[in-house]
């Protein structure tokens, strides 16, 4: 067996040589463990950064009410707006659509019979018979005319009481006047209806087109109101939409309607002007008559 005591030292000797040895083990294993929680406890630090710069551009972005606000126009508020404001806005729309091209049509019509009117009334002056009066009114030239109807039917009545073996001079004269008179009288009841056409068109456009688009004005509020009461919001982005579509319905409502008066107004005018002229001219042919009758004509 060895001495106790020779074999105590070199027991220490091999203790203090293994302690040593694992001492920087244990160093760096307490060095790994201690940094692991540093390092966890560094991780949300970073996460938090990245979300404080998120929460930091959405912030700073805008809001999409406000870019809706900013993008609004009349295309954008007639297609979100209601169904009933909708149906309002097109039919007005039709109706202005309408009331010009009725302007066009009976600025050429008048037009048209203005001229037509000035070549009847010169061919007219020249004719030395009854019979040359209906010649000339009953001509393709001037068929349609209403002042070439009118000598038309004047003279062709004329001409059937002849052939009827009626006398139509002397002390029947008067008779065959009147009754070429009534045979006027026809023509220019149906004068009135065809320069007149379109006319209740206008004036209906014109009288009921503001109240039309009001009509739309009213709807498009109550909407608001409605909207105010379902969100519990007096936001401009709710209440704004809605008082827009109103206002363009008045608009095209009003746009719709000032025309139309002006239109009626002016055609009123056309009309009455073509109806003096008719009346002059049937005063000038009952006395071409007269005086062909006199002459046995």
């Known amino acids: 067996m060895f001495d106790n005591k020779r074999m105590t030292p070199i027991i220490a000797l091999i203790g203090a040589l293994a302690l040593i040895t694992s001492t920087p083990a244990l160093a760096q294993t307490a060095a790994t463990s201690a940094a692991a929680p540093a390092a966890s406890d560094a991780a949300p630090a970073s996460d938090a950064a990245p979300a404080a710069a998120s929460d930091a551009a959405s912030a700073a972005a805008p809001a999409p009410a406000d870019a809706n606000l900013h993008s609004a126009n009349v295309v954008s508020l007639f297609l979100g707006a209601t169904l009933v404001v909708k149906f309002v806005i097109v039919g007005l729309a039709l109706a202005s659509i309408l009331s010009w091209m009725t302007l066009i049509t009976k600025m050429l019509e008048f037009a048209s019979l203005n001229r037509s009117s000035d070549k009847f009334l ?136 000032i025309p139309a008066v002006i239109f009626y107004n002016y055609f009123q005018t056309r009309v009455a002007h073509y109806g003096n002229r008719s009346e002059g001219f049937v005063a000038e042919l009952i006395n071409a008559l007269s005086r062909q009758l006199d002459k046995g004509a």
Request: hydrophobic letters at 45%; glycine letters at 10%; a negative charge.
């Open 122 to 257: 010169e061919a007219f002056r020249g004719a030395k018979s009854i019979a040359d009066i209906n010649r000339i009114s009953t001509s393709e030239e001037f068929e349609g005319n209403p002042l070439a109807d009118m000598a038309a039917a004047a003279s062709s009545e004329i001409e059937i009481s002849r052939q009827a073996g009626l006398s139509v001079t002397g002390a029947n004269k008067d008779s065959t006047i009147a009754r070429a008179g009534s045979a006027v009288q026809a023509v220019q009841s149906s004068l009135s209806r065809r320069l007149s056409s379109g006319m209740t068109f206008l004036a209906s456009v014109g009288s009921n087109g503001p109240f039309i688009g009001l009509f739309g004005t009213v709807y498009g509020i109550m909407n608001s109101f409605i909207s105010i009461t379902n969100t519990h919001t007096t936001s401009l982005a709710v209440v704004a939409p809605g008082i827009a579509e109103a206002l363009i319905a008045t608009g095209i409502g009003l746009f719709a309607a």
